[in-house]
């Protein structure tokens, strides 16, 4: 159940994902947070609640209810914030590009309403769109299909095709960007699943290339965000200030390092490499393919540790596209605890941390008065969960502070 944008909810008596032993009461107004406050029988209703099961009828509220009523009873459940999936590709609808061209246009519409729907049904209420959608494709998915999916946009992707044509494509190429609307721009700064596994972690680009890049867009108020796989991109990455490096298998410690001193994000993307990597998994991918992914797999869990070791923002984004992908995002959460980072480090990963990445902290990504009441209500305590779907069963219902006619005018 999607609940757009609630006029008044008061919901009494629910748990927060990550506190423990309390309770509180929660007002929305108008899309927002007006009030969160503790009950004082919070402590004792928790302490008598089981802690080992994980039940998915643990309230009598129905998910019909969260549309149609203002007072909400929320014993036994539990609320989280939207989450926030920072790399994601809403416009795919098939792993090769050339068989997404051979589809009819209305049949490619239909699959990215159907995307948007599914990732607001598994309670990601924000993407970054991490290339391949315009926000004004944004904007007409959003209010003709009405679900209210809040995206960040980098349009283009500047990859091998932009490269060694001169400062001045850049410059150009940048300009459409910008003139799209989109907030982001993307660096394919290394390559690939298509790389050959000697040359994944070469430059795409070269330093002057980059640099004016980068520098480029933060002159011109946008952020950067850069596909890197390891080597040198990485280091040109801190020196200029991105605002985060998506995939980042092969980061060193000493990359880290210079990672967390410079500010910049590290967005793994995890799950999608163990996809990709399984000869019966859901991609299907070809022998040549699924090696270089695991490769990837085998390398991801050590960088993950030496950016948690180096006080790297780790951030949560899936490279998810086609539809055997959208809708289960919350894959990415369990690759992640797998990697040794803990419950509260993994959710904070997709709601607050994620928000601070995008540069929305003040208003997403938290349950307190004056947010968006982007979240995701569950029938169980999230931490409890054995399983990705164990846990996107117990979704409740995913409320947007946002309506689709306020999000497609904020995309124009």
């Not at 008061?10 to 423990?20: L, P, Y």
């Not at 032993?21 to 929660?26: A, E, Q, R, S």
């Not at 599914?118 to 970054?128: E, H, K, N």
Request: net charge negative; aromatic share 8%; glycine share 8%.
């Amino acid at each position: 159940m999607i609940v757009k944008k609630p006029a008044f909810k008061s919901i009494r008596g629910i748990s927060i994902v990550g506190i423990a032993d309390k309770l509180f009461d929660i007002e929305i107004k108008h899309g927002r947070f007006v009030s969160v406050t503790e009950t004082e029988q919070g402590a004792t209703a928790i302490a008598s609640a089981p802690s080992d099961s994980f039940s998915t009828n643990a309230s009598s509220t129905n998910a019909s209810e969260w549309e149609k009523a203002e007072i909400i009873d929320g014993s036994g459940l539990w609320m989280s914030p939207g989450l926030i999936d920072l790399h994601t590709h809403m416009a795919w609808t098939d792993f090769d590009h050339a068989d997404q061209d051979k589809r009819d246009p209305a049949e490619v519409e239909t699959m990215q309403a159907q995307a948007f729907e599914a990732t607001l049904r598994t309670g990601v209420t924000t993407v970054r769109d991490a290339g391949g959608l315009a926000p004004s494709v944004a904007s007409h998915l959003v209010r003709t299909y009405g679900h209210p999916l809040r995206i960040d946009n980098a349009s283009h992707m500047f990859g091998a095709a932009d490269t060694s044509l001169g400062i001045e494509h850049l410059k150009r190429k940048a300009d459409e960007v910008f003139a799209s609307g989109a907030n982001w721009i993307k660096i394919m700064a290394t390559g690939g699943l298509g790389a050959p596994t000697e040359k994944v972690t070469d430059p795409v680009f070269s330093e002057e290339e980059f640099a004016f890049l980068v520098r480029y867009a933060h002159e011109n108020g946008r952020k950067v965000f850069v596909h890197a796989w390891g080597g040198v991109s990485i280091d040109w990455s801190a020196q200029a200030g991105v605002q985060s490096i998506e995939h980042g298998m092969f980061l060193t410690s000493d990359q880290a390092s210079r990672l967390a001193e410079a500010n910049v994000a590290f967005v793994p993307t995890a799950s999608i490499y163990r996809i990709a990597a399984d000869p019966q998994g859901v991609l299907a991918l070809p022998p040549v393919i699924r090696e270089r992914a695991a490769r990837a797999v085998e390398a991801h869990a050590n960088a993950v540790a030496h950016a948690q070791k180096a006080g790297v923002r780790i951030g949560f984004g899936t490279d998810y596209a086609t539809p055997h992908l959208h809708g289960r995002n919350l894959q990415e959460l369990y690759t992640l605890l797998d990697y040794g980072m803990t419950h509260q480090e993994i959710w904070s990963s997709a709601t607050s941390e994620a928000a601070h990445i995008l540069g929305r902290s003040d208003e997403l990504g938290t349950i307190a008065a004056g947010y968006l009441a982007d979240a995701v209500v569950f029938a169980a305590d999230p931490y409890l969960a054995k399983s990705e779907a164990q846990l996107r069963q117990s979704i409740k219902a995913v409320l947007t502070g946002s309506d689709e006619k306020e999000l497609s005018t904020l995309a124009d």
